[in-house]
């Protein structure tokens, strides 16, 4: 069974860093992009950035460019998220997914897009 385990979130004042990792284990034959995403209670989930596994493309939201940085370690299967200049918007549940079964290589915003996802890590930024 495929899993996605996060870890890294917590609290942070304005102005600082946290960094998010997400690594998946089972048994993974093909996978084509992961991602992370949050959400606020009340609110759709919204895609924060994503990477291709296999050419290491990255793509992020417009609130957080410049700020945020995806990346992966194809050795450990895992995906991080450098979240520095952090903003109280930036507090949310942060889960990690991942796409194994779309057959497309380009990136997905769409949270349908991602077949696996983490069971979510909190990230709070005080003001």
């Known amino acids: 069974q495929v899993q996605l385990v996060e870890s890294g979130g917590g609290l942070v004042q304005a102005g600082g860093s946290l960094r998010l990792s997400c690594a998946e284990s089972g048994l993974i034959f093909r996978r084509y992009k992961m991602g992370w995403f949050r959400q606020v209670p009340g609110k759709e989930r919204e895609f924060v950035a994503g990477?291709?596994?296999?050419?290491?493309?990255?793509a992020y939201a417009d609130s957080v460019k410049g700020r945020f940085t995806i990346s992966r370690d194809i050795a450990k299967n895992t995906v991080y998220l450098q979240m520095n200049s952090l903003k109280p918007e930036d507090t949310a549940d942060y889960y990690c997914a991942a796409d194994h079964v779309s057959g497309r290589t380009y990136l997905d915003t769409d949270p349908g897009m991602y077949d696996v996802w983490g069971q979510g890590t909190q990230v709070t930024v005080s003001s």
């Open positions: 990477i291709t596994w296999t050419g290491g493309n990255t």
